[in-house]
């Protein structure tokens, strides 16, 4: 699936986020919600985790803690919860938008008074097929949830199943979440544009692969001599990735400029390499790219 | 390391996303700022990739507090470092290979933290490679 400008890695979701997720894998699917409830525990949030309707809740703790350290504990002081769409809105039968919408603000005002720093819940689309749902009223609920997140106190990923939705349903799903998260923690996905490109993900060993060819693509036809190398949507930037990034500026002869735009952490390292440091390169400092 | 209880694991190559997470954790609930957290879980993983690649591709974690520290342990069972080749951490022989050879790693682990420990032979064994980190706590830093 493509990255485009709202394209990234789990770990940087935060509170405001209302995110789409993707798998196709019965293994996978439990990577990207376990570092999603890692990161809102550490942050002292309150989890609700609403995964398919049939798994028990039990496996599912069992799967997340292999990311998530001290899960059991965090399910015993009711930090971290596992529920459904059909608890959720119960005692309700039937899904409406407005009495999920409903029950997901007093979750969130709930979480709040136990003395979290807000809520987050990541939910499988699985319960589409379990409460009988037509998939026009769930796109219609996801296109038109924007309230729930404007006070920043409320962060949500839906989960969809590609084998269960029609691609045009998860293409159409994807593009209108605010953001959307690559499929697996660890991975990697390059943007590009006339002259730029952008990296989203982990540079390292395991997709060094990936990224020298992005930058190489970037560099092979830059407009007005000029690139920009956007290094901010990286989670992780190995030093044989930022060995790799000044060694091809300083080989390629078709650019004048290139500009690295990155955050503190990054310029450390690719300061640390400056023996590899080369005319021409740039680095532009920023904090969060979000 | 909830409650101050050391963080153990073993890991491969695929672990590493999650090595990096659980690191990352750690010195945070240790009290490492967030850039420090970030400059130690490069390290580890420096290390980890030393591991991975010359070390029979696996490794041990081992990390705790102690004494206002973070202290982190990496080991193998490979075949250690040669007797005449044990990697000189303050020269960088490749500061950028992702552990292609294992004084890079090494030597940028050894930028990034308050001070590294090399030995041989993981558990007083004769095979395997050692590697400890040190990083200091904020209330008792340097600067």
Known sequence: MRADAHTIAVEQMRLGDHAFAHYADDDIRWEVPAVFANQGLSHGEKVIVMMDPGCPADDACERLAAFVGGADEARDRGQLVFSSMRELISPEKSFTARRQLGRLRQETE????????????????????????????????????????????????????????????????????????????????????????????????????????????????????????????????????????????????????????CRPPQAKILRRLRVMWTGGLVLEETGDSR | MTGGAPLQMRFAGADLPRLRLRVGDAAAAAGLDEDRCEELVLAVYELACNAILHGGGAGRLLLSRADGSVRCRVSDDGPGFPDAATPDPTTPDDAASDAAIPGGGLWLARQLTDGIEINRGADGGPGGAVVTLMVRCRSTAAS
């Open chain 1, 110 to 261: 709930l979480a709040r008074q136990e003395g979290f720093a807000g809520l987050r819940t990541v939910i499988d689309m699985a319960w589409v097929d379990d409460l009988g749902m037509a998939v026009e009223g769930v796109m219609a609920r996801e296109k038109n949830a924007g309230s729930l997140f404007e006070n920043g106190q409320y962060a949500e990923i839906c989960t969809y199943d590609r084998r269960r939705f029609d691609p045009a349903v998860v293409e159409e799903m994807r593009v209108s979440h605010r953001v959307a998260l690559l499929e697996r923690p660890g991975d990697l996905q390059a943007h590009h544009a006339p002259g730029e490109l952008y990296l989203i993900g982990d540079a390292d060993m395991a997709t060094g692969d990936i990224f020298r060819a992005a930058v190489s693509v970037a560099f092979e036809a830059p407009p007005d001599g000029q690139a920009l190398v956007d290094l901010t949507r990286l989670c992780f930037l190995s030093a044989g990735c930022a060995g790799d990034l000044l060694r091809l500026i300083a080989q390629t002869g078709a650019l004048d400029k290139v500009v690295v735009r």
